[in-house]
Each structure stands twice: as structure tokens, then as C-alpha cells.
């Protein structure tokens, strides 16, 4: 038998068009359809499907709701099926935080079409999720009320919060941040949105660089995705705008469906949002950031790639590494999707190599 597939979604139309196009693939089998959250539950526990396809919206019970007691009943991985709207990214959100692995927008007229885009990348997905590993729910570190505002002086409040102190043994360990660092760089996708709360939320708010995230996201998504890591972080967290300047301390997520690039000088940065390259596979790009980023900052860079399909952040982590930049990647262990940090190690890149809750005390370390 293939891959398990277990569709939930309350439109009959759905249900019926995402198994046709999931029965058209040899190594893909349904094992059962339900149409709200409670037939959800009862039919993961049952038929332990390896992959659920969970609609956002439904009766009875929703999505999210359903969810938090499948990830109880099934090791099942959760691809969310959303609609591109900006409430419904923050459900999708949620639905991330609690244990869904990743998601796909959907729309009756993407699924309608045989042609459609969306046919392919529904079953690669599949394939994809078929072999990830299953996603702990996020459990944030309780933390002290944040504290975003000014002083009268215009400098921002001391932080609250600093990053975990670690053992000594592992601190010895860990890489650390060379004191010439202008810019950390950051490129993820499978795994990355709650990836990247474990790296954010332990910096403090007087971290001393700014911080860029390439998230493979859909333009909706990347400004709520923005406002809810903010809410989470000491950092100062938004949506990366044209003509931005890089401020240390502040974190500029990619918009979706656009490209992240880089002018100025060295010493005065500054954000440039550009249309995509219909030639480019992901928009944003790991590697058309990382690579604009070496060719304005050289080698003071520190770059991270974390967990995600694919090959993206290679090429541009070796632009990096080639004008004496760092280059850190996620181990495999903890890595949804093994992809992306794996070409970049294959391909004799990286510097350093870490678990994901090892990142938050590296960029706090001075190398």
C-alpha cells in the first residue's frame, strides 16, 4: 500500500475533486473521507491514516478545533487546506502551532482545472508529508509581559527576557556570531513557521542585528505570519517593506508572492521588494536574498537555512560562504522536512550544524 490519505472537508465537490487527483497517483491511497471535525477524529483514530488533508472551515467542528485531538489519536501528518483570505491565514496559523506539518491554499477554481498548478503540487505535498516527520505542537516559554515602546530618549525598552542560558559544556559547543556580522539571514519552508518561533522567540529586544526571514509563504500569510511572531518575540517583528532600512534588533519577514532584495552601501542598508521572476520556483527565494545579501554586505553575514523541501538557500549560501560568510544549518533530527538544510550541507557549505533549540543561544554567543 502507498502513501494513507485521510480527506476531511465538508464540501462534497472537495472531497470528491482532491481524491480524484490524489487516486491519480500510484503511490497515493484513500483510506477514508469525513466531512466534519468530529467524523475527523473518530476515522484517524481508526484508520491511522500517514497523511490528513483538514479542511480549515467546517461544521460541527472546525479544523483547528479537530486537530488538537488528532495529534492525541494518530501520528498522522496534517496538510491544512485553506482559502487565501487573511482570517483564514491566521486559523492556518494556528493550526501549525498546534501540530499541523504544513499547508496548501485551495480554491474550486485551482482544484476545477486538470492544467491547474495545484493538482501537481497537491500530490507532491502528499509525497512530500508522506516522508516528514510529525510536528510538535509549539508550547511558547511563558514570558514576562512584552514591552515594544520607546523610551523618551527614543531607544527602545531594555529586554525582559534574555536567551536560555545553556550548560557550559554545550555553550562551548556552539558557534558564535563574529563580532564583524552586519546582517543574520534566515531561509526556510516545510517546518519553518514553527521552526522560526523556537529561533526568534528567546532573543532579547537589544539583539544586535537585524534579522532577515525568507519563508516560502503565500502573500496573505507572510503579513499575519509577521504580526503573530511579533506578538510572540522581544523583537521587533514585520513584514518587509520597499526602502526599509535594516535596524539591529528588528526582524523583516519576506512578503509573499514578491522577492527580498538589497541596496545601498554596507554601512546604510536597505530593503528593496521586487516583483518575482516567473523563471524563479519560490517567491520569495532563499537564494535571490541570500545571494543580494552577499553582494552588498561580502562575508558579514551569518546565514541559517532550516527545515524545508527542496534545494533553495544552496546556491545563495554558496555566495555567502564565498566572501567568508557563516553558514549554519538545521540538524536532521529535528528538521520536519530534511531538504533543504541537507543540500546545503552536501554540497560542503556549512559551518555549523544544530538542533533547532540550539539557535537561540548561538546568535546570543559572540564568536
Known amino acids: 500500500m502507498g502513501i494513507k490519505v485521510l480527506i476531511v472537508d465538508d464540501s462534497q465537490f472537495f472531497c470528491r475533486r482532491v481524491g480524484s487527483i490524489l487516486n491519480a497517483a500510484h503511490d497515493i491511497d484513500i483510506v477514508g473521507v469525513a466531512n466534519n471535525g468530529q467524523e475527523a477524529i473518530e476515522k484517524a483514530q481508526r484508520l491511522q491514516p500517514d497523511v490528513i488533508t483538514l479542511d480549515v472551515e467546517m461544521p ?6 479537530a486537530l488538537k485531538q488528532i495529534v492525541k489519536v494518530c501520528d498522522a501528518r496534517v496538510l491544512m487546506l485553506s482559502s487565501l483570505t487573511y482570517e483564514n491565514a491566521k486559523i492556518t496559523l494556528d493550526a501549525l502551532d498546534a501540530g499541523a506539518t504544513d499547508f496548501l491554499l485551495k480554491s474550486y477554481e485551482s482544484l476545477s482545472s486538470d492544467s491547474s498548478g495545484l493538482v501537481v503540487q497537491l500530490q507532491k505535498k502528499i509525497r512530500e508529508m508522506g516522508k516528514a516527520r510529525k510536528v510538535p505542537a509549539f ?6 509581559p512584552q514591552d515594544k515602546t520607546k523610551t523618551p530618549s527614543g531607544a527602545p525598552s531594555p529586554a525582559r527576557r534574555q536567551a536560555p542560558i545553556q550548560d557550559s559544556r554545550v555553550s562551548a559547543r556552539l558557534p558564535g556570531v563574529p563580532p564583524r556580522t552586519k546582517l543574520v539571514a534566515i531561509g526556510a519552508s ?8 523556537k529561533v526568534l522567540a528567546p532573543l532579547p529586544a537589544n539583539f544586535p542585528y537585524p534579522i532577515t526571514v525568507t519563508q516560502h509563504m503565500p502573500g496573505t500569510f507572510t503579513g499575519a505570519f509577521a504580526t503573530r511572531l511579533n506578538g510572540l518575540c522581544q523583537l521587533k517583528i514585520v513584514e518587509a517593506q520597499d526602502s526599509m532600512p535594516l535596524q539591529r534588533g528588528h526582524v523583516y519577514i519576506a512578503p509573499g508572492g514578491k522577492q527580498m532584495v538589497f541596496d545601498g552601501s554596507a554601512t546604510s542598508p536597505r530593503i528593496r521588494i521586487r516583483p518575482t521572476d516567473p523563471r524563479l520556483q519560490f517567491s520569495p527565494s532563499v537564494d535571490l536574498t541570500f545571494g543580494s545579501a552577499s553582494k552588498l554586505l561580502g562575508g558579514d553575514i551569518v546565514a541559517i537555512v532550516l527545515t524545508g523541501m527542496g534545494s533553495d538557500g544552496t546556491e545563495g549560501s554558496r555566495l555567502i560562504k564565498a566572501k567568508g560568510g557563516k553558514i549554519w544549518v538545521q540538524d536532521e533530527a529535528t528538521c520536519v522536512v530534511y531538504g533543504m538544510p541537507m543540500s546545503v550541507a552536501k554540497a560542503g557549505l556549512k559551518d555549523a550544524q544544530l538542533p533547532i533549540d540550539q539557535f537561540a543561544a548561538a546568535l546570543a554567543k559572540r564568536g
Not at 508550547?139 to 514576562?144: D, F, G, Q, S, V
Open 139 to 144: 508550547k511558547p516559554a511563558p514570558a514576562e
Open 60 to 65: 460541527i467542528m472546525d479544523g483547528v478545533t
Open 190 to 197: 516545510t517546518g519553518g513557521p514553527v521552526a522560526l518561533q
